[in-house]
């Protein structure tokens, strides 16, 4: 059983900063890439920035300068930073996992249950 936990998601003002956690555990043999998406009311999910287990990132253009995705290892844990925060980007925001729960067995695609971030004044 593998699980993603999310944490800080909170409501902050139009120009503050918030960083959300991720952490994969249970049982888990290799994590290829982690990442964040999220889907604002009425919208599609989308794809907010992925890092893969080398450290290469990506990121929505709508974020690209404002928020930065990394990565520990050793605690299969993912950090978004994120910056100069607009309302557009207030979502709920979830963790998106792609991993091998054994040897040759996956790779498999999980996701936490998310986490509300409201921008607002």
């Known amino acids: 059983q593998v699980q993603l936990v999310e944490s800080g998601g909170d409501l902050v003002q139009p120009g503050g900063s918030l960083r959300l956690s991720c952490t994969a555990s249970g049982t888990i043999f290799s994590i290829n890439a982690m990442g964040w998406y999220r889907q604002a009311p009425g919208k599609q999910r989308e794809l907010v920035a992925t890092?893969?287990?080398?450290?290469?990132?990506n990121y929505a253009d709508s974020v690209k300068g404002r928020f930065a995705l990394s990565r520990d290892n050793v605690k299969n844990t993912v950090y978004l930073q994120m910056r100069s925060l607009k309302p557009e980007d207030t979502a709920i925001y979830y963790c998106?996992?792609?991993?091998?729960?054994?040897?040759?067995?996956?790779?498999?695609?999980?996701w936490g249950q998310g986490t509300q971030v409201t921008v607002s004044s």
């Open positions: 890092i893969s287990n080398r450290g290469s990132t």
């Open positions: 998106n996992a792609v991993l091998f729960p054994r040897y040759g067995l996956g790779p498999y695609q999980y």
